[in-house]
């Protein structure tokens, strides 16, 4: 009777530790798993991502930041995201090493900043037409202004200066556009019906659709050297937390790979 009773009794402690520690090495293994899966998806040099909660075995929490210095989305590297989420849930932890996805979330706050160089490397890497040369972006506070040289032979060899200047504008909410254009070829400006089929064809010059987190932009701000997106609210930080960070072998420090919100909100 004795040996049944601490047969018994023993069955209930192990019973009692699975029950109590195995959520909690769950929940660390997720964390885990789910900041490798955010570090896959934007190849970044430094991320910082902050749970409030630990992540649930169905990939819940129910608020989440993720601050990300050289992440890349579509090929095109931003200097700085900053995410903020709220009621988020992923596709199933199993299936984050193949491809993580975002299943539903109640909102999502984004700021992001995005150079006038880090648009220009990515333009040196885009497949353009063998008679384009010397395409690049100029950003200014007002405007944004590509220039490029197009080149034709024919019986004699053409060159033509080419430059194309407008605004910004968010459509959509995820999508941003080229608006009040103008274009010119060796000075001269081109007809706004040429110009409309021009245009047309490059547009939008920055589609978010894609990106894993929904966010609604609001506002676009252009400086000399940057381009910086926001949602309306922007985003916050975590006080708290369980937080899970990557520095990419080479990058000397991380510092600044969380956005300072306070300094670049509206």
């Not at 040996?3 to 109590?20: D, E, P, Q, R, W």
């Not at 040289?149 to 909410?173: H, N, P, W």
């Not at 040429?194 to 252009?222: C, G, H, M, W, Y």
Request: glycine fraction near 6%.
């Amino acid at each position: 009777m004795r040996k049944a009773i601490m047969g018994a009794f023993m069955s209930v402690l192990i019973s009692a530790s699975i029950l109590f520690a195995s959520p909690c090495t769950s929940a660390n293994g997720l964390i885990d798993e789910l900041g490798k899966a955010m570090v896959r998806e934007f190849s970044p040099d430094c991320l910082v991502f902050t749970s409030a909660e630990p992540i649930g075995d169905d990939g819940f929490t129910p608020h989440l930041h993720l601050a990300v210095k050289g992440g890349m989305i579509d090929k095109l590297r931003v200097d700085e995201i900053s995410v903020e989420a709220f009621s988020v849930r992923f596709n199933s932890p199993e299936m984050w090493h193949e491809k993580l996805r975002l299943e539903t979330v109640d909102e999502v706050r984004l700021a992001a900043r995005i150079t006038e160089k880090d648009i220009n490397a990515a333009l040196l890497g885009t497949e353009l037409d063998e008679h384009w040369k010397n395409v690049r972006i100029d950003l200014r506070p007002e405007e944004i202004v590509a220039v490029g040289v197009y080149q034709q032979s024919f019986i004699f060899k053409f060159r033509f200066l080419l430059k194309l200047a407008g605004g910004l504008e968010v459509v959509d909410g995820n999508k941003v556009y080229l608006t009040n254009y103008q274009f010119y070829a060796n000075g001269f400006r081109v007809s706004q019906e040429t110009t409309d089929k021009i245009v047309e064809k490059i547009q939008p010059i920055l589609d978010l659709s894609k990106f894993i987190f929904p966010a609604k932009l609001k506002e676009i701000r252009l400086s000399e050297e940057e381009l910086l997106l926001y949602s309306d609210p922007p985003p916050s930080e975590i006080s708290g937390g369980i937080v899970w960070s990557f520095k990419r072998s080479g990058v000397a420090q991380c510092d600044n790979a969380r956005i300072t919100e306070a300094d670049r909100s509206p």
